[in-house]
């Protein structure tokens, strides 16, 4: 019988993950919240949505505050994209750094359980018997400090 998945604990949380996320500046928080919205099919929808409500109002009626070809619409849209392109930059930026520190810290993680691996398969190699194996304080051995040692 196979046993039910068991979730992770969240209290333990990656190196990279402390730093670049509960460490973060304001502005970084910041940008990675407009990255979050700006990135959303809601962003999208919503704007699309003003977008029309904007052309129909003046297109409509016989005083657009904007008439055709809706020069400030075209000036709001402008200094939206502005703002916006460095924002997702900024972020996008941030969020190559927390992935290129993840894979710094799995690589360290991958040559400590290399290592001992290593020391796990020299003290089995040293063993001349199956009950030298029984007898392997196998605790003891995972709990050394210098298991990356290959003497």
Not at 4 to 12: E, G, I, N, Q, R
């Amino acid at each position: 019988m196979r046993r039910p998945p068991t979730k992770p604990d969240h209290k333990k949380r990656h190196p990279a993950n402390t730093t670049h996320f509960d460490r973060a500046p304001l502005g970084a928080r910041i940008a990675n919240a407009v990255a979050r919205q700006v990135g959303s099919w809601r962003f999208i929808a919503i704007q699309t949505a003003l977008i029309a409500a904007w052309v129909a109002y003046n297109a409509a009626y016989g005083h657009p505050f904007d008439p055709w070809p809706f020069i400030a619409l075209n000036l709001a849209l402008s200094m939206e994209a502005a703002y916006t392109g460095p924002i997702l930059q900024l972020s996008q930026n941030r969020l190559t750094a927390h992935a290129e520190a993840r894979a710094d810290g799995d690589y360290q993680d991958g040559w400590e359980t290399h290592a001992m691996l290593l020391a796990l398969i020299k003290t089995i190699e040293q063993a001349k018997s199956i009950q030298e194996i029984d007898q392997i304080d196998w605790r003891r051995l995972l709990n050394r400090e210098d298991l990356g040692s290959t003497d």
